[in-house]
């Protein structure tokens, strides 16, 4: 099994097709991040995908067949460690526990798995070294 | 059996000094007692990395030619005062940019300048007989410069009120984000590695003293702004420090990018992280006691920061220990704690200045005069709109 985080962006006059249950009976496990959608604008969603490598490979196939975008965040892309002084601050606003400090070495350390993407950490971290996942998007 | 710091340093130059970090001398401290301790170690060096936003810079730029009494001045679009001899100029940390705002401050063109960088200058003036230049524009970098050298009226906070939020709303702060309902409480004091926890009678520590500032060499040059030194007793006999504060100088021609930041606090402003290291002699058992103090025993208040005063009220005393794990019991409630001063980087400073000094690069310094050590803190008594 494998687990993958999905940024989904819906053209406008996409919110008819039942794209979360169409992915459930492909055997795919979802946990709905973030959602934005509404009649007439651009909707956006952040998925949390579980399911076999086939599977998920079969999911994405199946959202660009209705022609949403589809961006994968992969672990290294949010936090620029070169800027990162170990400040801790945004541990504050972290709801998930993705980021820590270590309380032997007093780093920050960081667990993609546990992110939720909501972003609270970017603007809290005083060296700006936490950007937009938007902006760094592959 | 006292020792004076003459008598470190001569140890020091023969390589014989015996040299532990803050967090070293606790442990050891906690093994072998404090009377053995003072026997054995000679110099303990302290250090903090945190937000300090009473910090700029003194630049001197060198004249022109024809000369231009220098009025108006920007650095990289953030403005620098005017006020002094015609080339002269004060940038302050927090001075945010025009264009940029508080993305882009004073702190930001101390580190780039620091780091090698090429700023903006750009400078206007009426014109006088003797300066008859109106403006001028031009890239610089630290180098050009006569003189450069970072002078910061507060520094080194001994001590500093923890931070939660009571409200219902989210507040953005000089001490980070807080989260509504008391969701977390932050901090920024490296505790037992605090240079002015560690001799908070300022036995040792006075104008003079020389210190790791950024990495390079800096000196205490006076009382910091805002001062206080008060200290109660708690009833189990520990102390309660307030909050002591120094004014520091260096060169920042010696200052290393690592032992400083510019940072952005969102919705507050510009700030800038200062490294600061400092040696302390082990000068008696006196001084090797306060030395021993751990985090479990040096405390500082949680504040309701939702509430704009000057007077906040006290919500819990904390000690360092307890903000250290991660979480603190309010009222029934586990908060979580977050530091803001970084502890990994002031135990950089403190593995640093400590080699400086067993390698007998960095000397220690006689304080030339003592600082004052009845400080009190008054507020303004006046109307506020």
Not at chain 1, 77 to 98: D, F, L, N, Q, W
Not at chain 1, 105 to 130: N, Q, T, Y
Not at chain 2, 12 to 40: H, R, S, Y
Not at chain 2, 124 to 141: A, H, M, N, P, Q
Request: with cysteine.
């Amino acid at each position: 099994m494998s687990k993958m985080k999905l940024g989904l962006l819906f053209p406008p006059e996409h919110t008819e097709e039942p794209i979360i249950t169409k992915l459930v009976k492909q055997g795919l496990s979802l946990n709905i991040l973030k959602a934005s959608i509404s009649q007439g604008n651009k909707g956006k969603m952040i998925l949390e995908v579980t399911g076999t490598d086939d599977d998920i490979a079969k999911g994405i196939d199946y959202l660009e067949g209705q022609d949403i975008s589809i961006k994968v965040y992969t672990n290294s892309v949010i936090r620029y460690e070169e800027k990162c002084m170990h400040c801790g601050a945004c541990t504050a606003v972290c709801p998930s526990g993705a980021l820590v400090m270590n309380t032997g070495s007093w780093e920050l350390e960081f667990d993609m798995d546990k992110c939720v993407l909501c972003g609270h950490c970017i603007s809290a971290c005083p060296a700006r070294a936490i950007k937009n996942f938007e902006e760094v998007l592959r | 059996m006292a020792k004076t710091i003459s008598e470190i340093n001569e140890k020091i130059k023969q390589g014989k000094a015996v040299v532990f970090t803050a967090e070293q001398a606790v442990a050891m401290a906690a093994e072998q007692g404090v009377a053995e301790c003072a026997k054995k170690i000679d110099v303990v060096t302290a250090a903090t990395f945190g937000a300090m936003c009473s910090s700029g810079a003194m630049l001197n730029f060198g004249h022109t030619d024809p000369p231009i009494r220098m009025g108006e001045i920007t650095l990289n679009d953030v403005s620098a005062y005017g006020g002094l001899a015609a080339v002269d100029t004060y940038i302050g940390a927090t001075q945010p940019s025009k264009h940029k705002g508080i993305e882009y401050g004073g702190a930001h063109v101390i580190e780039d300048l620091i780091a090698g960088k090429e700023i903006e200058l750009h400078a206007t003036s009426d014109g006088t007989d003797c300066y008859t230049g109106e403006e001028v524009r031009t890239k610089l970098t630290l180098s050009d410069l006569n003189q450069a050298y970072m002078f910061n009226p507060r520094n080194a906070y001994q001590n500093y009120s923890a931070a939660t939020n009571a409200t219902d709303t989210l507040k953005r702060t000089y001490m980070g984000t807080l989260l509504p309902n008391m969701g977390n409480i932050t901090y920024s004091t490296s505790g037992e590695m605090s240079p002015l926890l560690k001799d908070p009678k300022l036995r040792t520590i006075g104008i003079g003293t020389k210190i790791l500032l950024c990495g390079g060499e800096g000196y205490v040059a006076f009382e910091g702004t805002q001062a206080v030194n008060k200290a109660s007793e708690l009833d189990n006999g520990d102390m309660h420090y307030a909050g002591y504060t120094l004014s520091v100088i260096g060169d920042l021609k010696g200052m290393s990018s690592e032992y400083i930041k510019a940072a952005t606090f969102e919705g507050y402003g510009t700030t800038l992280y200062v490294g600061m290291g400092v040696p302390i002699p082990v000068i008696d058992e006196d001084m090797m006691a306060d030395l021993a103090v751990d985090n479990a025993h040096l405390y500082t208040h949680v504040q309701d920061y939702g509430v704009s005063t000057s007077a906040r009220e006290n919500i819990k005393r904390v000690s360092y220990a307890q903000l250290r794990s991660g979480q603190v019991d309010i009222g029934g409630k586990k908060v979580k704690t977050a530091p803001l001063s970084s502890l990994f980087k002031a135990r950089k400073i403190a593995v640093e200045l400590q080699g400086k000094i067993l390698s007998g690069e960095f000397i220690m310094t006689q304080p030339v005069a003592t600082l004052p050590y009845n400080a009190q803190f008054k507020g303004l008594n006046a109307e506020v709109k």
